[in-house]
């Protein structure tokens, strides 16, 4: 049976009559090999049926294959995002499946020299010279043994003994040894969310997860900084699992560990949970501590990741489901579609992720924005000299060129009425604890639901126009 040809791929394009759409398809499948439906949008702008002539339908072409042309690029990264995702979660599960596997086989070698050990030690505990040379012998072995449990902790291979658990609890419980373990020139701030839902985790497993993550932002700051580790009640929809891989919905407790050290380039964030991955010098880190807590957290059926950018130090974001046995209420649920807050105002939307900008633009438009969106500062100020009302800005806080703080200050020069709205993946304490923005500053953080981002769009209009 011969294969049967792939679906044509279908373009919706605005102002182009039959004899242009014939023409775009036909330079599409030229250029691509593939088999390409134009379509018109039917919006009462079309010209479906007016003859164009030939020059006329070539420029028509030539401006929809750019159009069609930027589609597809951005299309293609996405796509491309999304596979180095998938692929760096299959090594991530391949690398923990053949650490768990050594290190289960080694666990039962060392048990035996332990034991032996521990036998030998006392057989020969009248003599001095061998039972040093035992304890030592013992000593290296329970080093071993405890290399092998975080290998173990990795593979997702240690027996965990979930309990209901209250993060804020574990979380206040342990600031006193998470003081003595950063120093004194670090300063700790703990911010936990009112009412947060219990979750279902091994408590000794999950505290040395925090640990581990307040001894790395430690180590990311040498000089001494800021240590902030928060807790929040989130719901991730389909929109947010659609661009993470492994993620499913619902409702989660979030626990979130930033810091003001040095930050990480996007190479090292790839490998930062791998085991024996480390950028300290030798001797100071086995490079288990990160993959350790990427164990324990996709044991406990959760996900963790990691936001960063060279010099402004790193957020580590741990999703733990909520605990649904025994809850008396339920939780919060996401807005069904057309049943979010709408609005009628004008949004300038500047985003560097196509991904990011083209979801938030999609979630504003159903909800009755109108929206003008931008990938940069450059352009928006650019787009914002031919619009003359713009109500609300919304920007990424740190892009390529200008940052968002630079743009909000030149659009509020220009029109001092215009509203702000930023956003990052820093959590909003964290951003504040850097000096990036006002402890007032409305801010709206990454990943965020489609309720969240017209709630705070909601909430910055309408306390500025009070």
């Not at 391949?94 to 070698?109: E, M, R, S």
């Not at 990741?305 to 605990?323: N, R």
């Not at 985003?351 to 500062?377: F, K, N, Q, S």
Request: hydrophobic fraction near 40%; charged fraction near 25%.
């Amino acid at each position: 049976m011969a294969p049967s040809s792939p679906d044509p791929i279908r373009l919706r394009i605005v102002d182009a009559d039959a004899e242009t759409r014939a023409l775009i398809a036909s330079l599409l499948t030229t250029h691509t090999g593939r088999t390409y439906a134009v379509e018109p949008i039917e919006d009462g702008h079309g010209v479906a049926g007016v003859p164009a002539t030939a020059s006329e339908a070539e420029r028509r072409a030539s401006e929809a294959l750019r159009e069609s042309e930027a589609q597809l690029a951005a299309v293609l990264a996405d796509r491309e995002r999304l596979e180095r995702q998938f692929y760096q979660a299959q090594k991530m599960e391949t690398v923990g499946q053949l650490a768990g596997g050594i290190a289960h086989d080694f666990n039962n070698i060392l048990t035996a020299i332990v034991g032996f050990g521990t036998l030998v030690a006392e057989q020969v505990s009248e003599n001095e010279a061998a039972s040093r040379n035992a304890a030592e012998i013992l000593a290296a072995a329970n080093r071993a043994s405890a290399l092998t449990r975080q290998l173990l902790a990795f593979g997702r291979r240690q027996v965990l003994h979930p309990t209901r658990v209250n993060l804020n609890d574990t979380v206040h419980s342990l600031a006193g040894m998470l003081c003595q373990l950063i120093g004194e020139n670090i300063d700790l701030r703990i911010v936990c969310a009112a009412d947060l839902p219990p979750i279902r985790a091994d408590l000794s497993q999950l505290e040395s997860a925090l640990a581990n993550l307040v001894i790395n932002a430690r180590d990311a700051m040498p000089r001494g900084g800021r240590l902030t580790i928060e807790t929040a009640d989130v719901v991730l929809d389909d929109d947010y699992c659609a661009t993470h891989v492994g993620v499913r919905p619902g409702r989660y407790a979030r626990l979130s560990v930033s810091d003001t050290g040095i930050g990480m380039s996007q190479d090292l964030q790839a490998r930062i949970f791998e085991p024996f991955f480390t950028t300290k010098e030798a001797g100071k880190g086995s490079g288990l501590g990160l993959a350790t807590v990427y164990g324990i957290v996709k044991q406990s059926g959760g996900n963790i990741w990691v936001y960063s950018e060279q010099g402004l130090g790193a957020t580590f974001k741990v999703y733990l489901p909520v605990d649904s046995a025994e809850r008396t209420a339920p939780g919060p649920r996401a807005p069904a579609r057309g049943q979010w807050s709408k609005g009628t105002e004008t949004v300038l939307l500047v985003e560097d992720a196509p991904m990011i900008r083209r979801l938030a633009r999609e979630i504003m438009l159903r909800a009755g924005y109108t929206v003008i969106e931008a990938g940069d500062a450059n352009q928006a100020m650019q787009l914002a000299d031919t619009h003359a009302h713009i109500d609300l800005l919304l920007t990424d806080l740190i892009m390529p060129g200008p940052s968002g703080v630079d743009l909000a200050e030149q659009l509020r020069t220009a029109r001092g009425d215009i509203r702000v709205l930023f956003m990052s993946g820093y959590t909003d304490n964290a951003i504040v604890r850097n000096g990036l923005l006002g402890e007032s500053t409305e801010f709206l953080q990454k990943p965020f639901t489609p309720e969240e981002l017209l709630r705070k769009l909601r909430r910055v209009i309408d306390a500025q126009s009070i």
